[in-house]
């Protein structure tokens, strides 16, 4: 998770998002106001949005710092990452039967995508990617900013065949 501008932009987007939809009451609450079908899914996945923007706020001053964070936010942050997984999973296990559901889901699953400094999306691969880009139709761009990059695993490589390349046609390489 990192705490760029572009990352902070796009939580307090997905919560906002969140509530103009009439989908939530208020940022801290994770009650849906829905009485829908899908109030417990869309409680759910605001609960998972809300954690998901604490824990970038709180991080966000030990970024770049030397040292661990102190022990009372690490607590903390390992207490959201608990929680979360517990939200996640029963997210999961609860179909989405309208379409307030769906793209509450939608915007739980896209907060989950790390992204890098410059806010594009950080994937391991074609999988990630696709559920990304489906959570972004689902959810709506406008709720989802940033773009994908080149996969980690592609970047590394091509560095490692530039690497390869150089090493193979330098003047040690040939005697």
């Given at each position: 998770m990192s705490g760029t501008p572009d990352r902070r932009r796009f939580m307090a987007q997905a919560t906002a998002a969140l509530a103009a939809a009439g989908l939530v009451a208020a940022p801290k609450l994770a009650k849906a106001v829905t009485g829908g079908s899908d109030a417990e899914l869309i409680g759910l996945c605001h609960r998972i949005v809300a954690l998901e923007d604490e824990y970038e706020r709180m991080a966000e001053p030990f970024y770049d710092a030397v040292g661990d964070a102190p022990p009372e936010v690490e607590e903390r942050e390992r207490a959201i990452i608990e929680e979360q997984h517990d939200l996640k999973d029963r997210a999961a296990r609860l179909p989405a039967t309208t379409d307030e559901g769906r793209r509450a889901k939608a915007l739980a699953l896209a907060t989950c995508f790390s992204r890098m400094a410059d806010g594009s999306l950080c994937y391991a691969g074609s999988i990630d990617l696709l559920a990304w880009s489906l959570a972004r139709d689902l959810a709506g761009p406008e709720?989802?900013?940033?773009?994908?990059?080149?996969p980690l695993a592609d970047?590394?490589?091509?560095?490692?065949?530039?690497?390869?390349?150089?090493l193979l046609s330098s003047p040690q390489a040939a005697s």
């Open positions: 709720n989802v900013p940033g773009e994908p990059r080149e970047r590394l490589r091509k560095e490692s065949d530039a690497m390869f390349a150089t």
